[in-house]
């Protein structure tokens, strides 16, 4: 049945309701992300046609393997991230819904052109949400970079359709395949989707926005905005730039530039947002280094692993210290939260990659993949997780050893964890438990969620029981 | 010719944007390189001599010299798109000048 559209239009209804019914907006809230969680478990995969014209002419929402995958992870996400932090919705209901629909529509959508309109809905909605922040400045320099950014794209996408006479993602890739002279079209396409996935020029906005939003907003950007246009990032990168040696190079060029500069800013953070804004920024880099190596299935993995432990790290950051203290301030924090404080190491080790935990399996992936490319890149990835594990264990040693008696600066004020967040409470148990589950079994992802491995056709990758069998042989 | 003004126009208004530090001059630049843009966009669509791709009483031949109506639909798009941002960078605008009684960016400082 074609219910797939209405992951895009219910959220818009409801946020159209709630404009209206403005003392239900909270209810309406809820109902919009309940109805879209328990949509998932009907929408069926396939592409589908809207208006009634066929795909090279009309906008089709195609949902492959891949995208199904995304619409998962964000909607779950989304609704898990709501009710953890449900304190901090106050008026914007609309807004939120109105992002939640954009970032549906930007993973589902095969239109470039409809892409770019699902952009603009994301990031206006985010300019909005980040704007709650009253640090308005940093939200102009993200208004500004974004608009840039998605003109750039707009003009870029506009040179493939004089070229090729198309916006079907699927129909230019076909026609394009042969053809030469794309690197001005490629390149603005690039630059337009670097800034949301925050590649090394491009991030400017970055730091000022993650570090002032509070739990709710930086949870949404950092797990849900960024994995959905990393989603983007890796459909368009292996459509369309697949042919362009050139441009792969570059892209692998800024990528690790990027990874590199996020991880290494992120060991100088001095508190917990500031480290995990640069954190993000590295596992952008990584991640869209793995995608233009065409090794789709470990960078799924990583964008699931780092979304479900960003939403959790963000989530208590803010919690534990909302008006961001450096972490040196807040030791032994966790010692009265003792639910939060075990999500957040769980959380924090799989970013690592440490064994037992969901990232060890992302990143063994990414290796094996990537030493089948190149000896160099696999190097980088190393040393960047000896510099992740050097500053996330640093930050989890501070955060619950209390100091020395009479050393702790921070004025522990006693919270009994009856008196604390039960939502968030629950969330950040149900999320570590799915990172040591997944982390543990493996199989269980293979089975469920990446049940069909022909995620996207024009490049091979590892599956998960062909991934087991490496490794066997491997040991 | 035109589609080269139209880039010109684009440039104009990346070059206002980097250059001032005024934050309404900033929108407009946005705004002139929005419309360089849209400008770009319709001379894809655009034919000499062509007509509009309506069938009526004078034109009702489907073999006539039509003008790709497409970008036409986009620009219409892209400018409501334009117009979205515009407002959101106004408010943002006001909002910032209440909080620090100037446009100018080097004053407010900018620090993190």
Redesign the interface.
Known sequence: MKYTILLIVLPLLFAFLSMIFKNQKKPLLYLGITVNVALLFIISKGTYMIGGFDAPYGINLVLDQYSYIGVILINSLFFLSILSNSKLIGSYSPVYLTLLAGVNGMILTGDLFNLFVFIEITTISAYILTSQSKKYIHTFNYLIIGSIGSGLYLLGVMLLYAGFGSLNLADIAAKSSAATGLLLPLLLIFVGLSVETKLVPFNGWVRGIYKNSNGLVGSLLASIVASAALFVMGRVLNSLFATSAFMSNIIILVAVITLMSGEFSAFKGKSIKEILLYSSIGQSGLITLLMVTGLIFPAILLIINNAVSKLVMFSIADEISPENKTYSDLKGSFAQRKILGLGFTVASFSLIGLPLFLGFYAKINSLIGLFDINVLLPLVILLITVVEGAYLIRLNIALWHPGEEGESVYDVKVVTQAESNMGMILTVALLSFVIIITGLKPDLLGNSVLSDHSLLNTKTMTTTSEFLIDLKGGL | MIQISAIVL?LLG?YG?LTTKH?IK?IIG?NI??VG?NI??IT?GYKTGAVAPILTSQNNSSILNFVDP??QA?VL??IV?GF??TA??LI??K??YV??NTYN?DE?G?K?
Do not use: N, R, S
């Open positions: 684009m990346i944007l934050i900033m946005l390189f929005e843009l770009f966009i894809i497409l970008p986009i798009t892209a798109i979205g941002i959101v960078g943002l605008a909002k910032i909080q620090h960016i407010i900018g993190i």
